[in-house]
């Protein structure tokens, strides 16, 4: 048995939602040589023509006018500056509390409200947090499950509360990472395309409902209505499927504006301008390793390599040394938050690994295959 | 009184879970272990595993099904070119309680006959994959690529009853993976021509569609796609029913 | 408290062992004399035939150590495992069972309804039965089987309906156990008259 990995990037063929074509390149590769006008090129300019036209209707007055979902990290800071600043709106700033914010995290919250925004940071019951994060890591592998389902959820709340009619997310995670094709195109973030792309992996809130969590505790995880957001007119858009994508640019203006990087890149990382805000990326990261054969470190170098700054080579010796890799320390931290012991840490983080990709070696997961 | 059955039908690739429409265009969405705690937490009834590589490359992942087994706390149905009585052996050591069967139904009946004498009537579910075609059906196999030339519908349910085979699953070909709604049509049919309990699958759309299909008297209705993407709940598609006077089992 | 597991036919345990295990019991296979007779508690699964499993456990020269526990321990049979407790059965053709009920086993009236009797199905007992302690009336428990018990003596039963009609889904006397549905698949009604059965005591 053998796995393919894309001949242009490092992704794995084990990876959901990706697809390769006849020369072995992956659709993620595919959809950055339209981005950046290679081959099938997006028009850009047209897009960017499309967004002005949908603002606009909206610009000027008093009120609100936008929502942006913000967390502290370079994308959302970009995203209202963008906003306030270029298309001249008043967004609301909304964030959705994660449990593990870091310092650094919080500190960039303060430099984004600094743009000149109002915010709004909701917190859910903690109690209730730590029991999703819980489940979450235990059911589907992913402690941030509760965050994922927040952030793509209370934002809608708030913009059908406060009649707000956009709400305006940052990339659309299947142009850049890949996915089914029709989803590719979409600058539509609604209902559906929460349930199937925003990684709550077929697991829906009420699923949480159980002697430790009642229906009352998840009522701000329920989105609103169809009848409510067709109502109320409220439309989830990507502003990456209206303008290229281009975090570098991003994270020099906010930079400028005083947004800070993390001291070092989280483990199993590459970069340390992502995730300033998720101080247990690592141990998601992992699970995600060992589930599907590639972590954190390669969706950055592969991202990397997209841009012509380092050669799949390189990127590729980087991989093979630090993906999937997580820091003990957090382990225990984590732990400590969730109330379990490390056995049944490990016991946990086992049941998800695809033993296709992985066999274990003297306590370790080793990956079975040569990363070519 | 028996109550109707639903029953998530779960496609496995290797350690992941698929997604197909019409039986073709496998899409990995997810890993097989999170989903299998998911449903494990809902309130299904059964659950169908099809692993999709132990069909096609005829070796059971038997640690998988161990696993799966261990975190699935209802009725593990399993599935996968099972063609021998080892093959049978392997699913229930690892775990299932039924084992459906498909193409060793057309090639290799004797072995029906052998797993039934040492697993019993009710331990095998015959899967059959049709296709509507006027007032009768066609019938395919082998991942619904070659079509069934030497038995109608009738003499399969009638070979399906001298072997001593318990449940019939029957898989509507053109409605699989399409969310389109559920071919009532010919759920109807199929339910006046077979005797033994009769699960259908392939198209569910909405409440309304189980609810038509239970009307019908259907013993269980399988899903795929309803159950992960934008579709109801169980909790909620059991709540609609019991409204709707349907033997249906509730929390 | 050593629980062991009648191994005979070739039926999926795994349930019924991810069960026990969850309820912190050291659990044993069993399949000779010395072996049940170490055991405290016997649990007869079931999958197979009547025919074939009788003529397993007599080429073992299993039937009187099973009797010889049944005598002063507990033991529960399930699906099979309870037909085979009966004095004789029709599967596979007409054989003797083991005789620690006095009753018979045969096809459930199939002009009632569809053959197998497969899914969940609701539960009652009016007498009391160890096994549905702080179970629910009309509780929901998982079938799978086309024969049933036909019992003659006045023992506690429970009862299930098969099309609207009445048959045993499983009794208690004393400390023989047997449930036609399978606890081990029925979620947490299952999970409970299983604890029932490991809390009995003869006491």
């Not at chain 1, 509360?161 to 142009?175: A, C, M, R, T």
């Amino acid at each position: 048995m053998s796995i393919k990995f894309c001949k242009k990037c490092l992704f794995p063929e084990t990876k959901p939602d990706l697809y390769f074509n006849d020369e072995g390149i992956c659709d993620s590769c595919i959809s950055a040589t339209r981005i950046h006008g290679v081959s099938n090129s997006i028009d850009w300019n047209e897009r960017k023509k499309n967004f002005e036209s949908i603002v606009k209707e909206y610009r000027g007055g008093d009120k609100y006018n936008c929502i942006v979902p913000v967390s502290g990290g370079k994308d959302s800071t970009w995203q209202v500056y963008a906003m306030k600043n270029i298309y001249g709106m008043k967004p609301l700033a909304v964030t959705f509390d994660q449990f593990d914010q870091t310092d650094i995290g919080n500190y960039n919250l303060d430099i984004l409200r600094d743009i000149g925004v109002d915010h709004i940071h909701f917190t859910l019951n903690p109690k209730v947090v730590k029991n999703l994060v819980k489940k979450g890591f235990e059911i589907v592998g992913d402690p941030y499950w509760v965050n994922h389902v927040g952030m793509f959820t209370v934002p809608f709340t708030f913009a059908a509360k406060f009649d707000i009619n956009l709400v305006i997310y940052g990339e659309n995670p299947q142009l850049e990472y890949g996915g089914p094709e029709k989803s590719r195109d979409s600058m539509i973030m609604d209902r559906r395309w929460r349930q199937e792309f925003s990684g709550m992996r077929g697991f829906r809130e009420e699923d949480m409902i159980d002697h430790e969590i009642t229906s009352a505790d998840i009522d701000a995880l329920r989105y609103p209505s169809d009848k409510e957001v067709a109502e109320k007119d409220i439309r989830g858009l990507f502003y990456g499927h209206f303008h290229k994508w281009d975090a570098m640019e991003h994270i020099k203006i906010c930079e400028d504006i005083g947004w800070k990087r993390l001291a070092e890149p989280p483990k199993g990382s590459w970069v340390d301008y992502e995730n300033c805000d998720m101080k247990f990326i690592d141990i998601r990261e992992h699970i995600k390793y060992l589930k599907y054969g590639y972590g954190r470190a390669t969706d950055q170098l592969n991202i990397e390599l997209r841009n012509g700054r380092i050669t799949r080579k390189e990127a590729l010796s980087i991989v093979k040394e630090i993906d999937g890799e997580f820091s003990k320390e957090n382990k225990e931290l984590f732990c400590d938050y969730i109330n379990i012991t490390g056995t049944r840490f490990d016991k946990i983080v086992d049941s998800f690994v695809n033993t296709e990709l992985f066999e274990k070696v003297n306590g370790k997961w080793i990956f079975k295959f040569i990363r070519s | 009184m028996l109550k109707v059955r639903i029953i998530p039908l779960l496609l496995l690739k290797g350690n992941s879970l698929v997604k197909s429409v019409s039986f073709a265009d496998h899409r990995i969405v997810g890993d097989a272990m999170s989903t299998i705690k998911v449903f494990s937490r809902r309130f299904a009834d059964e659950m169908i595993i099809l692993d999709l590589d132990a069909r096609d490359k005829g070796v059971i992942n038997t640690e998988l099904l161990k696993r799966i087994s261990a975190e699935c706390n209802m009725p593990l149905t399993f599935g996968g070119g099972i063609d021998s009585v080892e093959k049978a052996d392997q699913a229930f050591y690892s775990g299932a309680d039924k084992i459906t069967i498909n193409s060793a139904f057309f090639k290799k009946p004797e072995i029906i006959k052998k797993i039934v004498d040492r697993y019993g009537s009710q331990s095998i579910v015959l899967s059959l994959d049709v296709k509507k075609q006027d007032n009768d059906f066609i019938i395919y196999y082998n991942n619904a690529s070659k079509i069934v030339t030497d038995l109608n519908l009738d003499q399969s349910i009638e070979k399906a009853n001298m072997l001593g085979i318990g449940e019939i699953l029957v898989n509507d070909i053109n409605r699989d993976g399409m969310m389109n709604g559920l071919d009532l049509d010919l759920i109807e049919t199929l339910r006046s021509r077979i005797k033994l309990p009769l699960i259908v699958a392939g198209g569910c759309a909405d409440m309304e569609d189980f609810n038509s299909a239970f009307k019908l008297g259907v013993d269980g209705i399988a899903a795929g796609s309803i159950f992960h993407w934008i579709g109801e709940s169980i909790v909620g598609i059991k709540t609609y029913l019991k409204d709707k006077d349907i033997n249906v089992r509730t929390l | 408290m050593l629980v062991g597991i009648l191994k005979i036919g070739h039926g999926n345990i795994r349930s019924l062992l991810n069960t026990l295990e969850k309820f912190g019991c050291d659990v044993d296979l069993v399949s000779s004399k010395e072996e049940i007779a170490s055991i405290d508690k016997l649990i007869l699964p079931g999958v197979g035939s009547f025919n074939s499993a009788m003529k397993e456990l007599e080429n073992n020269e299993l039937i009187i150590p099973i009797q010889e526990h049944a005598r002063k321990k507990d033991i529960l049979g399930i699906c099979l495992g309870m037909q085979l407790m009966m004095k004789s059965g029709t599967e596979g053709g007409k054989s003797k069972g083991l005789n620690l009920i006095n009753g018979k086993v045969d096809l459930l009236p199939n002009n009632l309804g569809r053959l197998p009797h497969i899914g969940w199905n609701d539960i009652s007992s009016n007498d009391t039965n160890d096994l549905m302690i702080n179970v629910d009336s009309n509780s929901n428990v998982y079938f799978v089987h086309s024969y049933q018990c036909l019992i003659k003596e006045q023992i506690s039963m429970i009862h299930s309906d098969f099309y609207n009609q009445d048959f045993i889904a499983g009794f208690q006397k004393e400390n023989i156990f047997g449930t036609q549905f399978h606890p081990e698949k029925s979620q947490n009604v299952g999970d409970l008259i299983i604890k029932n059965f490991l809390e009995h005591t003869n006491a």
